[in-house]
């Protein structure tokens, strides 16, 4: 495929959600439904996956090289088998190795680890996406720090790679307060979700610059205490700056009253 791939910013729900029982044509049917979509909406099969999970945060970018990610299992409280299941999803060294050189030659930091493995804002939501695990994937930290305008300009600096066949995905959720899901964020995630799909109906200068300026938003920090479920869509963003977005996913009683919200940036491609 050579044609010019979309970027997705995906809400990837909460711990290892499909392999729990009525998860998937219950609670989670709606954002289940659009990560079944996901393949088609990219417009066919990509060469590979890149992957900005909001669960792996590091020094500088670092990219995943291990040829076969284990899994890390980062949730606590759920039942024993979840910490049992397996997604074989191969990874891809030779992506791994251009991701790393881009990041070098745009001068931001970067790193390399071979043996990190899948963590579950990777595997749980592509799982639904690619059922089968034959999908190369490969995973990208975010930076420590979680400056918003590095993170734009990460998006940048990976641009060339929709070009090449690779799906950029940031997995994050447009609403991340642990303590405070359920109809108690009703208004609060409201607020911010409108916020949030005006905001990526702008212009490009003027969407970029509303995410840099993200904390002036509705409830923001109420809705982000950290900004690391953000920060996945600001790469997404900036890999598709100049490119219209559309709702891939939408929900507005999400675990009890949270509204929660995907997007694709650009149109889909054609083989």
Do not use: K
Not at 78 to 89: C, N
Not at 141 to 151: A, D, K, N, R, V
Not at 229 to 236: G, I, W
């Amino acid at each position: 495929m050579t044609s010019l791939l979309p970027t997705f910013f995906i809400s990837h729900g909460g711990g290892p959600w499909p392999w729990m029982d009525g998860m998937l044509d219950g609670p989670y049917a709606g954002l289940a439904q659009s990560l079944r979509r996901l393949p088609e909406d990219a417009g066919g099969a990509p060469r590979a996956i890149l992957m900005v999970s909001a669960h792996w945060e590091a020094p500088a970018f670092t990219v995943q090289s291990h040829p076969r990610p284990p899994m890390i299992y980062d949730y606590y409280g759920f039942p024993e088998h979840t910490y049992h299941v397996e997604y074989p999803a191969p990874g891809d060294p030779g992506l791994a190795l251009e991701v790393e050189n881009l990041i070098r030659a745009a001068g931001l930091p970067v790193a390399c680890d071979a043996e990190r493995g899948y963590d579950h804002g990777v595997y749980s939501p592509m799982v639904v996406a690619y059922p089968d695990a034959r999908m190369p994937i490969v995973q990208l930290s975010l930076m420590t720090g979680l400056e918003p305008q590095i993170h734009v300009a990460l998006g940048r600096v990976l641009a060339p790679l929709r070009r090449a066949g690779v799906l950029i995905i940031g997995s994050g959720l447009s609403y991340h307060n642990l303590r405070a899901f359920g109809p108690q964020a009703r208004e609060s995630s409201s607020a911010f979700d409108a916020w949030l799909c005006e905001a990526m109906a702008l212009p490009a200068q003027a969407r970029t610059q509303a995410l840099l300026d993200w904390e002036s938003a509705p409830y923001a920090r109420q809705v982000h205490p950290r900004e690391e479920h953000l920060l996945p869509l600001m790469v997404a963003v900036g890999a598709a700056e100049h490119e219209p977005a559309a709702l891939s996913y939408h929900e507005t009683g999400f675990r009890g009253g949270v509204t929660v919200s995907s997007f694709r940036f650009g149109a889909a491609a054609v083989a």
